[in-house]
C-alpha cells in the first residue's frame, strides 16, 4: 500500500514538471540541472546584495529569509518522503535563482519580486513537523504536490516576464500582478490544508476550485488583453492604410501569381532570405499605372502565406493625415502588437500613461517603434506610395528609417513610389532600385490575355464568329506592346473596346491605341462628353460623389444620391435610386469592389478633377453638389416620421429604401458644409451655388431644428464656418450643431441631444433596422434578411460609439456586435473633455487612477462650490484661483470668488489683470460678470482700446464684439499693457518670444492686427458691424514679423484658404501692389498667388513684365539659401504670364534687360527664353 502511495506522488510530481516544462515560452533555453541546493540560491542573493549596497539600491534581501527556511525544509520533505528525483529538487532551486539574478537589473520589479516571496514566506508551514505527525495521511500528500504545482506556476509566470523583458524595451517593469495574486492565493490554500489536516475531499475540492480559478483568470486575462487591444485599435489603426491594401491583396488573391519576374530577380531574393543580410533595401520603382501596389500586394500575400512577419503602410493620395509619417508610424506599431500580442501591453500602458506624446509627438513615437522592433526576430516592413506623402514629411520618413535598419539589423525595408528626384537623391546610396515598368510585359501580357479571353467568350454568346474574334485576338497584341509597361493604360484601353458595340468600332479603339495614360483618359473624356445631356449629367453626379464622399460608399448609396432632386420636399415618386448602369455611364475610370464604388487609379481623379480635362469637373462644384444633397435629403418630408415619436410606418419606409444614403448623410452634413463654407469667401464657389447652399441650409433648419437655448456658452469660444458670417443665424445654428457633434465625440452629450434632431433619429433608424432582421442565422420563410442586405449592404450592425470605427463599418451579425460592445462597456470612464478615454474607459478604477495622474494633471474645482467655503482663505490665494477660473471659464466660480475679493484693498488692481486675461481666454458671459463687478470701483489704467487688442490678438471673437459694444474705439491705434506676466499670455513658442513681445508693444489700429492674424470672423466685424476706416488699412504692413506667417509654413494652405477668404479688403491697387512687393522681398508663395488673383494684374497685364518680374530678378542671386523658393516663385510668375499671352514680353526681357535675367541664367545654366520655355512646359511660344 505504501508503495502504490509513493509511486502515485511520484508520478504526481513528474506530471507537474512536465506542465511547468509547456508553461515555460521558451523551455529549451533553460538548464536548471545544476542548481540542487538552496545554498546556490543564497550565494547568488548575496552577490545581488553586494551589487546593490555599492549602487545604493539595496532592496533588503533579508526579507526572503523566511522563504528560503519554508522551501529548505520543504525540499527536505520531499527528498525523504516522495523520494523526489534530483531533476524535481532542482526546479524549486534553479528557476528561483534565475529569477533573482534577471529581476536585480530592474529595480521596481526586484522590489515587487522580494515583496512575493516575503509574502510566501509567512504562509508557509513547518513542513517537516507536519509530514512526521502525519506521514501516513493521504492529504498531506496532496498538499505537498499542490504546493510544487503552485510554485512551479509562480516560477513560470516570472520567467515568461523577465525573458520577454530582456529582449523588449523597459516601458513597464512590474510583473504581471493580478497572476502573482492569484497563484498567492492558491498557496496560502494549499498552506491551510496541510495545517488544518483537511479531509481529502476538502483537497479534491479546493484542487477543483483551483482549475476553476485559473480558468476563470485566464478568461479574463484574454478579456483584458481584447480590451487594451481595442483600445490601442481606437488610437493607432489606420484605417484608411489597412483597408485599401487590405483591399488589393484579396484583390491579388483573385487574380492569381503576379510578378514571377521578381521572384528570379537576384537582388530581390536575397531581401527575401532571412540569412543573407547583404541585401536590406528594395525600391520598386515605377511610372504611373505600372502595378507597383499589386506587386506590393502580392509580396505581402505571399509572405503572409508563408508566416513571415511584415508590416506594411499605403500612403493615400486621398488621406491628408495618411500623408504624415505620425500615422504611418502609428499603423505599424499597431501590426506589430497584432503580431505580438505581448507587447500590447507594455503599449496600452503607455497610452495611458504617456497618452500626448504616444499620439502626436512624432519623435517620441519613432523611439518607441524602434524599440519595439528589437523584440521581433526578422521582419519586413513595405511602404506603398511614399511619393504621395508631402515631400518634406517623407524625407524626414526615409531618414528615420534608414536610421533604424542601421541599428536594427533584423529589418529589412522595400519601398514602391514613383521616381521622385527628392527620393532619389536620398535612396539611391542604399536602396537597389528595380524598375517595375521596365519588367511587367509578361504580366501585362498575362492580364490582356486572360480578360481577353473571357470577352471573347461572351462575344461568342453574342454571335461573334470565329473570324472576328481572331481579328480582335490579334489587335490585342499590340495593346501589350503598347503598354510601355502601364497596366492600367491596358486596362483602360481595354475597357474602352469592351465598351463598342460592333467589330468595326472595336477594331478601331485598338488599332489607334492612344498615346499613355492621358490619352486614354482623353479618350475617355471624349466619349463622356458625346453621351446624351441627362445621362452626362448623371456620370457626372456620380463622379462627384466618389471624389467627393468623407469615405467609400457602397453602389446603392450612390445611386439613391444622384436621384436626389435639390430643393425638393421629398422623393418624386416610389423610386428610391437612379436606375442607371454606372460602369455604362461613366466608362472604365471607376470600379466596385466588395460592393465600394471608387476610382480605378488616383490618376483618374486628377485628370478629370484638373487642368488637362479642361474642367470637365471641378472639386469645389462637386463638394457643393454634394453638400446640397445631403441637406435636402435629411429635409425630406418621408424622415418626419424617424425624426418625430411616430413608428407605425417606419418600418415600411426602410423596406422602400428610404434610408439607404441616411447613415452617411447624418453623420457627414456638417463637415461638408464646413467644406463649402470656407470657399463661399474664395473665387472657388461660385455665388449661385452659395446662394442655393444657404437656402437648402435654412429648408433643413425649418424642418429639423427643435427649440433649444442659444446662449453663448453653448457656442465655441473660436467661431466656425466664417464664410457665413454675414448669414448671422445660419451660422449660429451650424455652430450649436457643430458644439453638438464635439461633445457627442467626446461623450459629453447623447445623439438624442442633437438639436437638428438628425443623430437621434438615425439611432431611432439602426435599432429598428436591427430589430427587422432575424435574431440568429436561422431565417425564417418570411424574413426580410435578404432584401435589406440588397438595400443596405451586409454590415448593418453598428457600434453606438460614435469614435469607434465600427459605427460607420459595422459588423454581419449581432453576436459579432455584441461580442464587441462589450469590449466597450468599461465602467471607470476618463473624466476629462475630449479624451479617448472618455469613451473607452478603463477596466479598473486604478488604470483610471494611473491615467488622470499620469495625463490629466490639472486639478478641477467643482463648479458649485459656495462663496463661503474660500473665506478663510489669504486674499492672494483667493487672487490666485479667481485668475484659474478666469482662464478655465468657470463663471459660477469666478461669481463666487468675485463677492469674496471685492471688499480687499488690491481688489482694483486685480480686477484690472483679471480682465485682461478674460479678453484674452474667457467667453462673454465670464467678461460681462467681472464688468459688472467692476463698476463699483476704480480700475487703475484700464483702457477699453488696449482690451480690444489683446481680444484681437487672441483671437476671441466674442470678446471682441463685446468690448465694441462697450465703446471700445474701432478706428484708434493701441498697444498692449506693460504687465509682463500679460504680455506672455498665449505665446506660441519659446523661439518667437521676442518678437511677439516687440509687437506687443507697437500701437496698431484693430483691422491691421485683426488682418496680420488673418482672422475673418473678427475682419467682417470690425469693418460691416463697426464701420471700420479702410483707408487705414495697411494690408501686409505687418505680417513679416508675426501672426499666421510668424506661425505656419508660408505654403501651408491654411494661410492660403484665410487670404482668398479676405479678398474683399484689397479693392485698393496700392494695398495688391504692397503685398506684391512683400511676396517678391519675402519669398511668399502665399501672398504671391494672392495677389495675382486679384484684379490689378488683369486690368493692367504689363505690369507684370514691367514691375513684378524686374523687381523679383533684381533682387534674384543664385548663391541665395532660398534659391528653390525662388525658382518656385518664378514658376508660378511665368505660368501666369503664359495664361495671359504674355511670354513674348517675358522673353524679350533677355534682349531688353541683360543685366536682370544674368543671375537666373547662371543659377539655371540656360538661356532667358530658354528658361521661360522651360518652366511653362513648352518648345516654343
Known amino acids: 500500500m505504501a508503495k502504490n502511495n509513493t509511486e502515485w506522488i511520484i508520478n504526481a510530481f513528474e506530471s507537474a514538471k512536465v506542465d511547468f516544462t509547456k508553461n515555460l515560452k521558451h523551455p529549451e533555453k533553460y538548464d536548471f540541472t545544476n542548481i540542487t541546493s538552496g545554498e546556490d540560491v543564497i550565494k547568488a542573493a548575496k552577490d545581488i546584495e553586494e551589487r546593490q549596497t555599492k549602487s545604493r539600491t539595496l532592496r533588503a534581501l533579508g526579507r526572503i529569509e523566511p522563504y528560503m527556511k519554508g522551501l529548505e525544509g520543504y525540499a527536505g520533505v520531499i527528498d525523504t518522503f516522495a523520494q523526489a528525483k534530483a531533476d524535481i529538487l532542482c526546479l524549486i532551486w534553479g528557476p528561483l535563482r534565475l529569477i533573482l539574478l534577471m529581476a536585480s537589473h530592474l529595480t521596481s520589479a526586484f522590489q515587487k519580486v522580494v515583496e512575493v516571496l516575503q509574502d510566501i514566506g509567512r504562509v508557509l508551514p513547518q513542513f517537516e513537523t507536519y509530514t512526521n505527525i502525519f506521514k501516513d495521511n493521504k492529504t498531506i500528500h496532496y498538499g505537498l504536490f499542490l504546493f510544487y504545482r503552485d510554485i512551479l506556476d509562480f516560477y513560470a509566470t516570472l520567467l ?23 497563484i498567492m492565493n492558491r498557496i496560502t490554500e494549499d498552506a491551510r490544508l496541510i495545517t488544518t489536516n483537511a479531509s481529502l475531499e476538502h483537497v479534491q475540492a479546493t484542487d477543483l476550485l483551483r482549475r476553476n480559478a485559473l480558468e476563470e483568470f485566464q478568461k479574463a486575462e484574454r478579456f483584458r488583453n481584447d480590451e487594451k ?11 484608411a492604410c489597412k483597408s485599401k491594401l487590405g483591399e488589393i491583396i484579396n484583390d491579388t488573391r483573385q487574380r492569381g501569381k503576379l510578378g514571377a519576374w521578381l521572384d528570379i530577380n537576384s537582388h530581390f531574393t536575397k531581401w527575401l532570405d532571412v540569412n543573407d543580410s547583404t541585401r536590406c533595401y528594395i525600391w520598386l520603382q515605377g511610372i504611373p499605372g505600372a502595378g507597383k501596389t499589386f506587386l506590393a500586394a502580392n509580396l505581402i500575400r505571399q509572405l503572409q502565406a508563408e508566416s513571415t512577419a511584415i508590416l506594411y503602410g499605403f500612403i493615400d493620395y486621398n488621406s491628408q493625415a495618411m500623408r504624415r509619417p505620425l500615422r504611418l508610424w502609428h499603423s505599424l506599431i499597431f501590426q506589430l502588437v497584432s503580431y505580438n500580442r505581448d507587447l500590447c501591453s507594455i503599449v496600452h500602458e503607455l497610452l495611458i500613461t504617456k497618452y500626448d506624446s504616444l499620439t502626436s509627438d512624432n519623435e517620441y513615437v519613432e523611439e518607441l517603434f524602434s524599440n519595439l522592433v528589437q523584440s521581433s526576430g526578422p521582419l519586413r516592413i513595405v511602404i506603398d506610395g511614399l511619393d504621395e506623402a508631402d515631400e518634406t514629411e517623407r524625407g524626414a520618413a526615409v531618414d528615420y528609417l534608414l536610421r533604424m535598419t542601421e541599428s536594427h539589423p533584423n529589418i529589412k525595408i522595400l519601398l514602391c513610389s514613383r521616381p521622385e528626384r527628392d527620393l532619389e537623391i536620398k535612396l539611391e546610396q542604399k536602396f537597389h532600385i528595380i524598375r517595375v515598368h521596365q519588367h511587367n510585359e509578361v504580366d501585362i501580357n498575362n492580364y490582356v490575355k486572360i480578360e481577353g479571353d473571357a470577352w471573347l467568350s461572351e462575344l461568342k454568346e453574342c454571335g461573334a464568329d470565329d473570324e472576328s474574334c481572331n481579328q480582335i485576338r490579334t489587335a490585342l497584341e499590340a495593346l501589350v506592346k503598347r503598354a510601355n509597361g502601364m497596366f492600367l493604360y491596358a486596362k483602360l484601353v481595354l475597357n474602352i473596346a469592351k465598351s463598342a458595340a460592333d467589330l468595326s468600332v472595336i477594331l478601331d479603339e485598338l488599332e489607334t491605341l492612344p498615346t499613355g495614360l492621358d490619352g486614354a483618359y482623353w479618350r475617355i473624356l471624349l466619349r ?8 452626362q449629367q448623371n456620370a457626372k453626379r456620380i463622379l462627384m460623389w466618389v471624389a467627393t464622399a468623407k469615405y467609400p460608399l457602397r453602389e446603392s448609396e450612390v445611386l439613391q444620391a444622384v436621384s436626389v432632386k435639390h430643393g425638393k420636399e421629398d422623393f418624386n415618386s416610389t423610386q428610391r435610386t437612379a436606375w442607371i448602369d454606372m460602369r455604362r455611364a461613366c466608362g472604365p475610370i471607376i470600379e466596385t469592389t466588395h460592393g465600394v464604388v471608387q476610382f480605378v487609379h488616383f490618376t483618374a481623379k486628377r485628370y478629370f478633377f484638373g487642368e488637362q480635362s479642361e474642367q470637365f469637373l471641378a472639386l469645389s462644384e462637386s463638394e457643393a453638389h454634394v453638400t446640397s444633397t445631403c441637406l435636402t435629403y435629411l429635409a425630406f418630408r418621408s424622415f418626419d416620421s424617424v425624426c418625430s415619436s411616430e413608428t407605425s410606418i417606419l418600418r415600411r419606409q426602410i423596406l422602400a429604401g428610404d434610408f439607404i444614403l441616411f447613415q452617411y448623410a447624418a453623420t457627414c452634413w456638417l463637415d461638408h458644409v464646413n467644406s463649402c463654407s470656407s470657399m463661399l469667401h474664395s473665387e472657388e464657389l461660385k455665388k449661385d451655388k452659395s446662394n442655393l447652399l444657404k437656402v437648402y441650409l435654412t429648408q433643413l433648419f425649418q424642418s429639423r431644428l427643435r427649440n433649444v437655448s442659444e446662449d453663448n456658452d453653448t457656442l465655441p469660444l473660436e467661431p466656425q464656418f466664417v464664410g457665413l458670417a454675414a448669414k448671422a443665424e445660419l451660422q449660429q445654428r451650424l455652430m450649436l450643431a457643430h458644439n453638438f457633434f464635439t461633445k457627442l465625440r467626446s461623450s459629453q452629450a447623447s445623439h438624442e441631444d442633437d438639436p437638428i434632431m438628425v443623430s437621434g433619429s438615425l439611432m431611432k433608424f439602426r435599432r429598428e433596422l436591427d430589430l427587422m432582421h432575424c435574431p440568429d442565422r436561422n431565417h425564417t420563410k418570411d424574413c426580410v434578411c435578404e432584401k435589406l442586405t440588397q438595400l443596405y449592404g451586409d454590415c448593418t450592425f453598428r457600434c453606438d460609439y460614435v469614435t469607434c470605427e465600427y459605427y460607420i463599418r459595422g459588423f454581419s451579425n449581432l453576436v459579432d456586435r455584441e461580442q464587441h460592445l462589450s469590449l466597450h462597456r468599461k465602467p471607470f470612464k476618463c473624466p476629462e473633455n475630449g479624451c479617448l478615454f472618455t469613451d473607452l474607459g478603463f477596466s479598473s478604477s486604478q488604470d483610471l487612477s494611473r491615467h488622470i495622474k499620469a495625463i490629466h494633471k490639472k486639478i478641477t474645482v467643482s463648479s458649485d462650490i459656495p462663496s463661503s467655503v474660500f473665506s478663510s482663505l489669504p486674499p492672494g490665494d483667493i487672487f490666485l484661483i479667481l485668475q484659474d477660473a478666469v482662464r478655465d471659464n468657470q463663471v459660477q466660480i469666478a461669481e463666487s470668488l468675485l463677492d469674496i475679493a471685492k471688499n480687499g484693498p488690491e481688489f482694483p488692481n486685480n480686477m484690472r489683470i483679471l480682465l485682461f486675461v478674460a479678453c484674452a481666454q474667457s467667453s462673454r458671459n465670464l467678461l460681462d460678470v467681472l464688468f459688472n463687478a467692476a463698476t463699483t470701483i476704480t480700475i487703475p489704467d484700464f483702457d477699453l482700446d488696449q482690451a480690444l487688442a489683446v481680444a484681437i490678438d487672441a483671437q476671441n471673437f466674442y470678446t471682441t464684439k463685446f468690448l465694441l459694444e462697450q465703446g471700445a474705439d474701432v478706428n484708434r491705434e493701441a498697444t498692449w499693457p506693460d504687465d509682463k506676466e500679460l504680455k506672455l499670455l498665449d505665446i506660441p513658442a519659446t523661439n518667437q518670444r521676442s518678437q511677439y513681445l516687440r509687437w506687443r508693444c507697437w500701437k496698431m489700429l484693430p483691422i491691421n492686427r485683426a488682418f496680420a492674424l488673418l482672422h475673418s470672423a473678427i475682419l467682417d466685424l470690425l469693418v460691416n458691424s463697426q464701420g471700420a476706416n479702410l483707408r487705414l488699412f495697411t494690408g501686409f504692413g505687418y505680417v513679416n514679423t508675426y501672426g499666421m506667417f510668424a506661425r505656419f509654413k508660408d505654403d501651408d494652405p491654411e494661410v492660403a484658404d484665410r487670404l482668398n477668404q479676405l479678398a474683399w479688403l484689397f479693392a485698393d491697387t496700392n494695398l495688391v501692389e504692397a503685398g506684391m512687393q512683400y511676396a517678391l522681398e519675402n519669398n511668399s508663395l502665399s501672398v504671391l498667388s494672392f495677389c495675382l488673383a486679384r484684379g490689378v494684374y488683369f486690368d493692367q ?15 534674384f542671386s543664385p548663391h541665395s539659401s532660398v534659391a528653390k523658393k525662388k525658382s518656385k516663385i518664378l514658376t508660378v510668375i511665368l505660368k501666369y504670364c503664359e495664361s495671359r499671352g504674355l511670354l513674348p514680353d517675358v522673353c524679350r526681357l533677355g534682349t531688353d534687360e541683360r543685366h536682370l535675367v544674368q543671375e537666373a541664367e547662371v543659377h539655371f545654366g540656360m538661356e532667358w527664353e530658354h528658361l521661360v520655355m522651360d518652366a511653362v512646359g513648352k518648345t516654343s511660344y
Request: charged content about 25%.
Open 160 to 182: 515568461n516576464f523577465f525573458a520577454k523583458k530582456s529582449k523588449q524595451p523597459r516601458f513597464c517593469c512590474l510583473p504581471p500582478l493580478d497572476q502573482l495574486d492569484s
Open 229 to 239: 487591444f481595442l483600445s490601442l485599435s481606437q488610437a493607432l489603426e489606420s484605417k
Open 528 to 535: 463622356l462628353k458625346s453621351l446624351q445631356p441627362r445621362l
Open 1101 to 1115: 497685364p504689363l505690369k507684370i513684365t514691367k514691375e513684378v518680374i524686374p523687381c523679383f530678378l533684381s533682387n
